[in-house]
C-alpha cells in the first residue's frame, strides 16, 4: 500500500536553519568570522560550489550520522577547511563524510538537486531571469532560508521516493518572483513559507 509522506516539521526546521546558519556565518561565528584570513560572506557569495559542499554535508548528518539537530560547529570545521586547507591542516580530512550522489530520488538526493540547482547551476539554468546565486546570497540568510523553507514544506514522497520536486522548485521561483520582480503578487498559501520550529 503506496502513501505519500511530506518531511516532519524536525526536518523542516533542521533544513531552514541550516541554510539561515550557512548563509549568515554562524555555524560557528568565531570560526568563520575571526580565524579565516577572506571574509567569509564574500567568499560563500562567489563560490557556489562552497554552498552545495555544505549541503552536502548537512545533508548527510541529517539522514545518517545524527538523527537530531546535526553538529553545526564540525559542519562549519568542515567550510574551513574547504576554504582554507593549508591553514586549518591539522583538521581531520572530513570530505569522506560527504557523499554528492544523486542517482537517486529519496529525501537526500532530492534535496541536494534543490541546492545543487540553487548554487552552481544558477549561471546556466537560473530561477529568475538575470538574478544569479550571488544574488541570493548578497540579499541575505533570511532570502535564502525561507526559499529552502518552501522547499522542504512542499516537497512531498510516496514510498520514500521524492513525487513533486518540479514543483516544489516551481514554488520556490514564485516566492522568487515576488521577491526580486516589483509588484509581482506570489500565489504562495500561508503553509508553504511558514518557518517551522522543532522543539523537541
Same mark, same amino acid.
Given at each position: 500500500m503506496s502513501s505519500k509522506t511530506k518531511l516532519s516539521i524536525r526536518?523542516?526546521?533542521?533544513?531552514?536553519?541550516f541554510t539561515y546558519y550557512l548563509v549568515n556565518g554562524s555555524l560557528d561565528f568565531d570560526l568563520?568570522?575571526?580565524?579565516?584570513?577572506?571574509?567569509?560572506?564574500?567568499?560563500?557569495?562567489?563560490?557556489?560550489?562552497?554552498?552545495?559542499?555544505?549541503?552536502?554535508?548537512f545533508i548527510d548528518q541529517e539522514c545518517q550520522h545524527n538523527p537530531?539537530?546535526?553538529?553545526?560547529?564540525?559542519?562549519?570545521?568542515? *567550510? @574551513?577547511?574547504?576554504?582554507? &586547507?593549508?591553514?586549518?591542516?591539522?583538521?581531520?580530512?572530513m570530505d569522506a563524510e560527504t557523499d554528492c550522489d544523486i542517482d537517486k530520488i529519496g529525501l537526500k538526493e532530492a534535496f541536494l538537486?534543490?541546492?545543487?540547482?540553487?548554487? *552552481? @547551476?544558477?549561471?546556466?539554468? &537560473?530561477?529568475?531571469?538575470s538574478v544569479?546565486?550571488?544574488?541570493?546570497?548578497?540579499?541575505?540568510a533570511n532570502n535564502v532560508e525561507t526559499c529552502f523553507a518552501i522547499w522542504a514544506n512542499v516537497i512531498e514522497f510516496e514510498?520514500?521516493?521524492v513525487i513533486n520536486q518540479d514543483y516544489a522548485i516551481s514554488r520556490v521561483k514564485e516566492y522568487l518572483k515576488m521577491y526580486y520582480r516589483n509588484g509581482y503578487q506570489a500565489q504562495l498559501?500561508?503553509?508553504?513559507w511558514e518557518?517551522?520550529?522543532f522543539e523537541g
Open positions: 526536518q523542516r526546521s533542521n533544513i531552514r536553519f568563520l568570522h575571526n580565524q579565516l584570513s577572506v571574509e567569509y560572506h564574500d567568499y560563500l557569495k562567489e563560490h557556489p560550489e562552497l554552498f552545495y559542499k555544505a549541503c552536502c554535508a537530531n539537530w546535526p553538529p553545526v560547529k564540525r559542519l562549519a570545521v568542515m *567550510i @574551513a577547511y574547504w576554504i582554507e &586547507p593549508e591553514k586549518f591542516n591539522n583538521l581531520i580530512d538537486e534543490f541546492s545543487y540547482r540553487f548554487s *552552481i @547551476a544558477q549561471s546556466k539554468f &537560473p530561477f529568475i531571469d544569479t546565486y550571488t544574488d541570493f546570497i548578497s540579499d541575505g514510498n520514500g521516493s498559501e500561508d503553509w508553504e518557518l517551522h520550529l
